[in-house]
């Protein structure tokens, strides 16, 4: 008998990849094998994200392209899972006849059952959140699940909270990813370790807010440096965290443990005060920027990124001006800026968009072209440094080439190179293209 065969497409953030390994595993378990080909799958599965507009007119676009593989075989099952399909639920069961199960965050580890109804007949909607616990203290990965993570060439994800208790008012995430819990400290230990014992040399620790994580045996700093110190670990990576839930004793733990990288992504959103209070970040700018000039003075190299909006309702001009000064102090290594656009449910949907297109454009332009110059600067400084890197994939483009990552996640292609997958690596930075780094092999560390 054929094996059936399972495609799924991922939109949006890591957390949701993460959900789409943990469906590859629930599958593969169901006997499913993952194909890349959606024509030959009899089981398809869109793992929505709906933070930014376009991903979600992707989805409806893709479901309109499903209906032809439905026609032409009503036995293959669709599904809509994550962000959007919690947010629109029953709607996207209305509006589109080929969909036979819709799924939220907190229901992918029931797709078996799922499954099972859809074979009988039935369209799902599963969309209920797992109940939280009164302390916000949750282990919402099932025990089951738990030494079953999945393990991607040398990295895996680990979630330590799901969901979020901040509103920023542009966000819908506390409305499609729910309130905010922690899972213990010794259950997502339990985790890492059987991950690193399955050849993960590299962790993400994931949250929405990763640092507000609170459990009964741990805080965030506590984890951190527990998890830093599992044997076998090379890397920690963690995202996202919140500038408010910063503090220098985080700054001090990263400077101190090797493991964890040297990279920091940590979201600014505006520059102006006022701005930032419209949004609900609950921190000032000067705030933020303290955290930072602590961070460097300690750790002058540690690689910074940040997540921006331009153009929320009623910025001004100069309120823009005050978020391009934060690049320049900063000098971030890479940002990854968004024009507002209004989120269904979210707070400031009810804020007058007032902002003109061509003003959030420009604006945009103007961010893009000041962070371009500083990337270019700061990517020229890395050639003839030493680096290590951790070997991460092949190169798709050239023979005896593979990928890596500096531990501040700077991209570097090593050409005439025979490392695997998993391999550290000490490299010369020998040129640059844009955000990559190209590379040679030396024996040993440049100091
Ligand atoms: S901290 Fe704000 S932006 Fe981040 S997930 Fe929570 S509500 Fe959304």
């Known amino acids: 008998m054929n094996t059936p065969k399972a495609y799924i497409q991922t939109f949006g953030c890591q957390m949701n990849e993460h959900d789409s390994y943990r469906m590859v595993e629930v599958l593969a378990r169901q006997g499913y094998t993952m194909t890349e080909e959606v024509d030959e799958a009899s089981l398809v599965i869109l793992n929505t994200c709906s933070v930014r507009q376009n991903p979600e007119n992707k989805v409806y676009s893709l479901l309109g392209r499903l209906r032809r593989l439905k026609r032409r075989d009503a036995e293959v099952i669709i599904g809509v899972g994550g962000c959007v399909a919690q947010q629109e639920g029953e709607k996207i069961l209305e509006r589109e006849r080929c969909v036979d199960m819709v799924f939220g965050p907190d229901n992918y580890f029931r797709l078996p059952e799922m499954i099972a109804q859809v074979r009988q007949g039935e369209r799902v909607l599963a969309t209920k959140w797992l109940p939280r616990a009164a302390d916000r203290v949750q282990n919402f990965v099932p025990e089951e699940w738990v030494e079953r993570g999945h393990v991607e060439g040398c990295k895996a994800f680990v979630s330590i909270t799901k969901g979020c208790d901040n509103f920023c008012t542009f966000c819908v995430v506390p409305y499609t990813r729910g309130r905010e819990v922690s899972r213990e400290a010794a259950n997502i230990l339990r985790e890492v370790r059987d991950l690193v014992s399955r050849g993960a040399k590299e962790i993400w620790l994931l949250g929405q807010n990763v640092n507000s994580y609170r459990a009964h045996d741990a805080g965030f700093y506590e984890l951190l440096d527990m998890v830093s110190q599992v044997d076998g670990l090379k890397r920690v990576r963690f995202t996202s965290p919140h500038p408010n839930d910063w503090n220098n004793r985080l700054s001090d733990l990263m400077a101190e443990r090797p493991a964890i990288c040297n990279h920091l992504h940590l979201p600014f959103q505006a520059g102006s005060d006022r701005v930032l209070e419209a949004m609900n970040r609950n921190h000032t700018i000067a705030q933020y920027l303290d955290k ?41 290594s890479q940002i990854f800026p968004f024009k507002y656009s209004p989120r ?82 000490n490299v010369r930075i020998t040129d640059y293209k844009q955000h990559w780094l190209d590379a040679e092999v030396i024996a040993e560390a440049m100091v």
């Open 292 to 332: 930072i000039r602590y961070m460097r003075s300690i750790n002058p190299t540690l690689e910074l990124t940040t997540d921006l909006i331009v153009g929320f309702p009623s910025e001004s001009d100069a309120e823009f001006e005050e978020t391009l000064r934060v690049l320049e102090e900063v000098q971030f």
């Open 344 to 425: 269904p449910g979210t707070k400031a949907e009810k804020f007058e968009d007032d902002v003109p297109r061509e003003v959030k454009e420009d604006r945009l332009a103007r961010a893009i072209a000041l962070q371009e110059q500083i990337t270019n600067a700061r990517m020229a400084a890395y050639v003839g440094t030493g680096q290590e890197i951790l070997i991460d994939a092949a190169n798709p483009r050239f023979r005896h080439a593979m990928n890596g990552r500096t531990d501040g996640f700077r991209p570097v292609t090593v050409r005439d190179c025979d490392a695997e997958i998993g391999d550290t690596l």
